[in-house]
Nanobody, 115 residues
Framework: VHLQACGGGSVQAGGFLIVSCAAS????????IGWFRQAPGKEREGVSC????????YYADSVKGRFTISRDNVKRTVYLQMNSLRPEDTAVYYC?????????WGQGTLVTVSS
């Protein structure tokens, strides 16, 4: 199982970014993928998640209405579109799946939002 996150970068407040998570090594369609983030000096927190079965989604209150998660099962990729970015969204963003009871994390991609 391998997850590869990419697409981070630097943007001004109010801007947007799309981060993606490409997966391999498991039956992608069947598994939920989640996005987490960790800001400097803070604990890692859940941001959003999309199920594998019906594509249902979850968003943390802090990003609801600004972020959109989606998946392309053909490309085996999950996307997180982040609009109206705020300085407090600055963090390393990680994707994760749980396969056979074990957590698998992508390597993280840095998103920096300047005011």
């Amino acid at each position: 199982v391998h997850l590869q996150a990419c697409g981070g970068g630097s943007v001004q407040a109010g801007g947007f970014l799309i981060v993606s998570c490409a997966a391999s090594g498991f039956t992608f369609d069947d598994y939920a993928i989640g996005w987490f983030r960790q800001a400097p000096g803070k604990e890692r927190e859940g941001v959003s998640c999309i199920s594998g079965s019906d594509g249902s989604t979850y968003y943390a209150d802090s990003v609801k209405g600004r972020f959109t998660i989606s998946r392309d099962n053909v490309k085996r990729t999950v996307y997180l579109q982040m609009n109206s970015l705020r300085p407090e969204d600055t963090a390393v963003y990680y994707c994760k799946t749980v396969y056979r009871g074990r957590n698998y994390w992508g390597q993280g991609t840095l998103v920096t939002v300047s005011s």
